[in-house]
């Protein structure tokens, strides 16, 4: 991966996970907000794969992991992040260029995420999310980025159409 192509991709997770963290604080419900990280990665599944979204499913995960105001033991989205990286990457083929597969695969990966997140802190004890809730915020957080999915994902997906490193023929 050339310099170029590694620095387009930390300014677009960090301005993810910034915008996660920090700006969309305002539309929070129940201290759920929009997932912008999750649909960077659904969208570098689509477009490179699986190998390539989970390693970049765990550097976003990790860094909303680390970000303040992080009230959960961290590894948890590292480790959500991974799984739906690795999931959204391998149904790519499956799920064909239409608009509507999209935000299947989307909703899917939002679901997945949001319950492997939760399920993390229900194993862990972490007391940030009581097992009650987290069956609460579930459809609220798949929700939010299945609205937010016509307006992220085809911009990050013509991004790292862009960032793909051309194919060498041999």
Not at 53 to 76: E, K, Q, W
Not at 127 to 149: F, K, N, Q, W
């Amino acid at each position: 991966m050339t310099l170029l192509r590694a620095l387009a991709l930390t300014l677009l997770l960090t301005a993810a996970v910034v915008l996660q963290v920090a700006a969309f604080d305002a539309v929070s419900y129940d201290g759920v907000v929009p997932n912008l990280a999750l649909l960077v990665v659904v969208a570098a599944a689509l477009v490179r794969g699986p190998d390539f979204a989970a390693v970049l499913g765990f550097a976003s995960g990790l860094a909303i992991d680390l970000a303040p105001p992080a009230d959960h033991v961290a590894g948890r989205w590292a480790l959500a992040l991974v799984v739906v990286g690795y999931l959204a990457g391998r149904v790519r083929q499956d799920a064909g260029s239409s608009a509507m597969s999209a935000v299947l695969v989307v909703a899917a990966s939002s679901f997945v995420g949001t319950s492997i997140f939760a399920l993390s802190g229900m194993v862990l004890g972490d007391p940030a999310l009581p097992a009650t809730e987290a069956l609460r915020v579930i459809p609220v957080a798949v929700l939010y980025d299945v609205l937010l999915t016509p307006f992220v994902l085809p911009l990050a997906m013509r991004l790292f159409r862009r960032l793909q490193p051309h194919q060498v023929a041999y």
